[in-house]
């Protein structure tokens, strides 16, 4: 109770503006409620460039959705546009990103991403989403989001604004005329869902097609943007080793000689060793040769020695 009072005295917790909002009632709860919102300015341990115009809302209520937190700030907290609203455990990661280039990139990946054209300049959305079974969804207690204005500028007035209504204890009301603008909650969202756990067999199609084309574009700019890496050098001079070896004209070129030295060579051993029976006499032969070859040697050396006489006849 001690740290409620303390709330609403000071209007401020680590930094946090307490917003307080009131819940109309309803009837399954026919009083009126009042939630807490905190409220300040994003700081992430790794800053972006959307930093400085990004509002961090914490305990955002259960029904929240991005059309509750656009008509806070536009019509009841001076005016104010957002451009996006991202909830926590957001739907990420059930479609594909169109990217390629990853996001910590070193100073060659990066120069080849920025050489590589269009394709590795796609926008950051995600393709071939599947169909929504909800049509509103709901938050955990407590749970946050990030608010991202039009510029600083906006950002800033929120927190002033958000400032001005808790000093001068002015209501907020939460959701104030959206009832109709939004999907019903309660029993009539559960009959909702029976309907749409089977969606149009056509959406589904049209997702999975988004989904593969996506993908396919996605692998085509990897596989040049690693053909670029196997040929061309980095600042230093040095060629990045990559899986696949290199490709290209020279490869090709290459391939092709060796292919042709193989079949000469397996066309002079037709020719010269087509039985084993010749390739052993050749054998024999040679080492005949090498042999007589030797006497010879040793022959030349001793009359040489005995010209100079250094060898004593007996």
């Known amino acids: 109770m001690a740290t409620r009072t303390t709330v609403k005295a000071l209007g401020i917790v680590n930094d946090f503006h307490v917003l307080p909002l009131t819940t109309p009632s309803s009837s399954a709860y026919p009083h009126k409620t009042t939630h807490y919102l905190y409220v300040r300015a994003n700081t992430p341990k790794v800053p972006t460039e959307d930093t ?34 991202a909830f926590e455990a957001a739907r990420v990661g059930k479609g594909i990103n169109a990217p390629v280039a990853p996001t910590t990139q070193g100073k060659k990946r990066k120069r080849i991403s920025e050489d590589a054209g269009d394709d590795s300049n796609l926008d950051d959305e995600e393709f ?37 209504a808790v000093k001068t204890k002015r209501e907020i009301q939460w959701g104030a005329g959206l009832a109709k603008k939004l999907p019903s909650l309660g029993s009539a969202r559960y ?57 290209g004209p020279a490869k090709e070129e290459e391939t092709r000689a060796k292919e042709e030295e193989l079949k000469k060579r397996q066309q002079n051993m037709v020719k010269s060793d087509f039985y084993r029976f010749q390739v052993r006499e050749k054998k024999k032969e040679q080492a005949q040769d090498l042999v007589r070859g030797f006497e010879e040697d040793r022959r030349r050396l001793e009359e040489m020695k005995r010209r100079r006489g250094k060898l004593r006849p007996e």
Do not use: C
């Open 52 to 85: 400085p115009r990004e509002v961090f809302l914490v305990n955002v209520p259960v029904d929240a959705t991005e059309l509750h937190v656009r008509s806070l700030f536009a019509d009841q907290l001076g005016g104010l546009r957002i451009e996006k609203v």
């Open 128 to 164: 071939g989403l599947l169909p929504e079974t909800w049509d509103r969804s709901l938050h955990h207690s407590g749970g946050t989001a990030i608010a991202t204005f039009v510029d600083k500028t906006s950002a800033d007035l929120a927190i002033k604004e958000v400032r001005k």
């Open 191 to 247: 009959l909702n869902h029976h309907h749409l756990r089977f969606p149009d067999p056509n959406v589904l199609q049209s997702s999975v097609d988004a989904y593969m084309d996506a993908f396919t574009a996605k692998e085509e700019a990897r596989m040049r943007m690693l053909a670029k890496q196997r040929s061309e050098p980095d600042e230093d001079g040095f060629i990045t080793v990559t899986r696949g070896g290199r490709s």
